[in-house]
């Protein structure tokens, strides 16, 4: 009896298991928020005395010319505006006020600036350009626009005096040459003007923007008058004067237009070779806008005053002017081929194109052989123009190395003790909050290096994106 009274008495052992009571942050939680000195004064419409009194807090800066910052709790600084302002209305009132008197000055910046243009034109900038102003290197400098002007001018007479539509066309041609240097000029000086507030990542694009312009206006409005001018030719012949000042004023021409064909030439190969491209590649891939448009300009000028030269040289021999219409044609055909290559390349570098495999390839191996990088995924390299490159990677994070990195800078006797201090889920949760945070910061940290060592690496990436898996 009572061996059955004990097996049916029996003892149940209940284990609890200890865990923290989850929080509810809500939709918009900023209690833990840091925001700047500057970012406090002008979005909460305070003074530098007034963070005086704030608690402060020094952070990790995200930029590479600072080691750390003080920043200051958001929750802090809404309650001090409180205070100072004394509700939330009369904050709101304050912070359209300053918008108006902001954008006042801003206004009175602008017209400022139109009043020092307009003073510079009429007395003449006498600023020196220095061996790195926005037209060193490039081919589009005033002397060629003189030269184009005069040819525009010379070709212009000789068409009026002999009635050429061969010399009509290259007449054409040559103002499509001035007036497309001109805007391709402007689009350089445009292209080096620093980043700002609304265009982070700078004007470089303004080059490929203003040769894009060029080959859909200016070489397209060329082509359409050649090729215009050629059919009424040959609908309507008309006989042709003597051709022997046409034949002086384009063997001029071709003397000028093959000197500058010879030095693009020679700067395309030196650019080629300095990025490891050959002739070819680096005018398809159209690495420098600027200098490729000279050289389209000037080997459709040479080729379109030697086509010129033999329609018209045909026509003087047979007294057809059939011939000398033709000749406009095939200028305007010739031009219409420049417009289509512009508007292609430059088409494709406005787009955003990758840089070469092998550059991407080697970025990417570069943080594959860090340490503290397991993974590297959805590389995207954009060439930005200027030789200026941006990388973007996901990368995923050894936590072991990380929290490794973390420790190694940590009193590790102080941390033993802590741990021995925990004794509640409270002081399980102050631990871990304290020293999750501080390996949270020191993943930023290790990021922060990888984008450093990156861009010191390799000079030509000016923006590096890194996202954390």
Sequence with gaps: VLILLMSRHTHTHTHFRAVLKKREYGAKYTQNNFITAVRAMNEFCLKSSDLEQLRKIRRRSPHDDTEAFTVFLRSDVEAKALDVW??????????????????????????????????????????????????????????????????????????????????????????????????????????????????????????????????????????????????????????????????????GSLVSEGATLLVAINEIKKSAKQHGLTFYEYVMQSRDPSTNVVLLEDAAAVLGVTLAAGCMGLTSLTGNPLYDSLGSLGVGTLLGAVSAFLIYTNTEALLGRSIQPERVQKLTEFLENDPAVRAVHDVKATDLGLSKVRFKAEVDFDGRVVTRSYLEKQDIDQILNDIQQVKTPEDLENFMLKHGENIIDTLGAEVDRLEKELKQRNPEVRHVDLEIL
């Design 86 to 251: 004394g509700s939330p209305e009369a904050l709101v009132r304050e912070r359209n006020l300053r918008k108006e008197v902001e954008r006042e000055y801003q206004e009175n910046i602008f017209r400022n600036q139109q009043l020092l243009k307009e003073y510079k034109d009429f007395w003449g900038n006498t600023k020196v350009s220095s061996s790195n102003s926005v037209f060193s290197g490039h081919l589009t400098k005033s002397p060629d626009q003189i030269c184009n002007g005069l040819n525009f001018i010379f070709k212009l007479l000789a068409w009026v005096y002999t009635g050429s539509a061969s010399m009509f066309s290259e007449a054409i041609h040559s103002l499509a040459d001035t007036c497309n240097q001109a805007l391709l000029a402007l689009g350089i000086s445009q292209s080096v003007r620093n980043p700002d507030a609304g265009h982070p990542y700078g004007f470089s694009n303004m080059r490929y923007i203003a040769s894009l312009i060029s080959g859909v206006g200016i070489f397209m409005m060329g082509a359409g008058l050649s090729w215009y001018h050629g059919v009424m030719g040959l609908l309507h012949p008309q006989p042709i004067e003597s051709l022997l000042w046409a034949y002086c004023i384009l063997a």
